[in-house]
């Protein structure tokens, strides 16, 4: 972080040549930005050079605040749909700095929340809190780049994190950096990473890249796994045609488990292919083998696909995006390693100047590491997904929204055949107002 605030303070005192946009270019780049910073990268291992563009990037300061009421049932997390219902009320605030010079970058973005629960099982009155700094710098060249990368988050948790993992950014493509989807009480995470991409010829291009990244759980009651993790990855990618694009990737993780005395490596390697269809339409897929060796009490082997697969369509009033993904990761805690299954949508539609939907959706499947043999009961859990938000601008800078939350968690052990155990089911509905404060340029 000093090095980062040096480096911020150091571009400040230079002088930047870029003409000053209007406040709405600025405002354009500034959500396009933030939606990068807040998704998984979207590097696929073959055209890993696609993210550079020739423009400078624009330096600006945002923030954005949140507030929501709503009614939530099912609080305790009984299974079922439980009738117990609470009302909710959500705060939650984003701010976004990004500085920009001739060969570098530097960002800031810091996300926060508070939610208030009427009652929790009974209890009264609960507060759950969530926080996430997360700091980068990239260093450019002629024929490639290197970017740094840190994200810290802690999580009051009381039971369902967000689809795709809480520590997001994740570090490397096709990896989960930190563990899936957390489960269980509050816990702190954070990863550390950096990734070096250079153009080998024009049509060519590696990537390296490597991240640590620890999970505590906060007042571990439930004698959960804290992890360390060490994740390396080495990429190369080829274009053989204009819309065509194959690549290699080698993938390496080690886990060790606090305070159990075991460790998980696993290596990997994925061939993958992208087709760009048209300039609105992209799908990448990709596959290969992954052998895990689980030491700890016994030592346990494991050889398991690896998948990667995505669709993305952006048009002009509406956005998809549809993945799967198959990953080795730190079993979220109740497992000393695990294997996930996940798959997402999301769509948005903007109806008109005023009106903009948005959709999201998801199922994840953890199993532990070393059962697989048929009819073999597995621990594993499962989660479900899915919201739908309306919002309605209401001027420059603020919107009203409305939204719509399911969730579904079940866990124990289940067979290859059948689901686990009954679910516990949550319904939330909020209304609530969105205040975006106009980006402010830095040059």
């Known amino acids: 972080m000093i090095l980062l605030l040096l480096a911020l303070g150091t571009g400040w005192s230079q002088n930047n040549d870029t003409p000053s946009p209007a406040d709405a270019d600025v405002r354009d780049s500034a959500n396009q930005t933030e939606a990068g910073l807040d998704s998984e990268p979207s590097s696929n291992g073959v ?3 696609s993210d550079r563009t020739s423009a400078l990037p624009l330096s600006y300061m945002q923030s954005d605040l949140q507030a929501s009421i709503g009614a939530e049932n099912n609080p305790a ?4 749909n439980a009738s117990q ?3 909710v ?12 010079r001739r060969r570098s970058q530097t960002s800031i973005t810091y996300r926060g929340g508070d939610t208030l ?5 009974g209890s009264g009155l609960y507060s759950l809190q969530s926080q996430r700094p997360t700091a980068a710098e990239s260093i450019r060249w002629r024929r490639g780049q290197i970017s740094f990368e840190d994200s810290f988050s802690y999580t009051s948790n009381r039971g369902f994190g967000s689809p795709g993992g809480l520590s997001v950014p994740k570090v490397l493509a096709g990896f989960d950096s ?3 989807i957390e489960y269980g009480p509050a816990f702190i995470n954070n990863v550390s990473g950096a990734t070096v991409t250079e153009e080998l010829t024009r049509r060519s291009s590696a990537q390296f890249s490597g991240a640590y990244s620890i999970t505590d759980y906060v007042n571990n009651n439930e004698n959960l796994f804290n992890s360390r993790q060490v994740s390396t990855q080495a990429q190369y990618g080829y274009q053989i045609s204009r819309s065509n694009n194959i690549g290699l990737s080698y993938g390496y993780q080690d886990i060790q488990f606090v305070p159990a005395i075991e460790t998980l490596v696993a290596n990997s390697a994925q061939f993958i292919f992208q087709h760009t269809v048209s300039a609105r339409m992209e799908l990448v897929l990709g596959a290969g083998p992954e052998k895990i060796v689980n030491s700890g009490i016994s030592l346990k082997t494991q050889l398991t696909p690896t998948v990667q697969a995505s669709f993305n369509y952006r048009g002009k009033r509406s956005d998809l995006s549809l993945s799967y993904n198959r990953v080795v990761t730190s079993g979220s805690g109740y497992y000393a390693g695990g294997i996930q299954d996940g798959a997402g949508a999301s769509a948005n539609w903007k109806l008109s100047r005023l009106w903009e939907v948005t959709t999201h959706g998801g199922y994840f499947r953890v199993n532990v590491v070393g059962l697989s043999a048929t ?3 597995i621990p594993r859990f499962e989660y479900w997904s899915a919201d739908a938000q309306v919002r309605r601008h209401l001027g420059r800078s603020l919107s009203a929204i409305a939204s719509y939350r399911f969730n579904s968690y079940s866990s124990g052990a289940c067979g290859l055949a059948q689901s686990c ?3 516990a089911h949550l319904n939330t509905v909020l209304l609530g107002l969105d205040w975006s404060v106009r980006p402010v340029r830095l040059e």
């Open 375 to 377: 009819g073999t009961e």
């Open 85 to 87: 219902i609470s009302a």
């Open 89 to 100: 009320t959500e705060v939650t605030g984003r701010f976004t700095l990004l500085k920009s």
């Open 77 to 80: 997390l009984v299974s079922g």
């Open 117 to 121: 629960y009427s009652s929790y099982g």
């Open 421 to 423: 155990g009954p679910a």
């Open 178 to 180: 930190s563990g899936a």
């Open 47 to 49: 055209d890993l050079l």
